[in-house]
Every structure is written in C-alpha cells, then in structure tokens.
C-alpha cells in the first residue's frame, strides 16, 4: 500500500465516525483498522525521514 492510499482510508474512516453513520458493533473494527494505518503511515515517514537524513550526511 502507499502513503497517500493510506491516508485516503483514514480519512474515509474519519468521515464515517464523524458522520454518525457507523454502527456500534463496526466502531471497534473502523478504530482498529485506522490504527493500523496510523502505524503504518508513521513508519513509512520515519522510513522516509531517515532516508534523507542519509543523503544530506553524505553530501556533506
């Protein structure tokens, strides 16, 4: 999956709990799957993040 996937589902999910539209029983497995994508979408930052600090150290 990509970053940017990543973020289209989270919004989605977001828009879907704000909208009041989300059923009780499916709130937990809507929370649950954004979580993972948090998590996801932060490694692949931090990935991201250390990826440039290699190439601005070793440009210098």
Known sequence: MKYEEAIEKL????REL?????????MSAKLQAAEGLIKFCKEKLQSVEEKIEDILENNS
């Open 11 to 14: 919004e989605a999910i977001a």
């Open 18 to 26: 704000e909208g009041g539209t989300v059923p009780v029983d499916e």
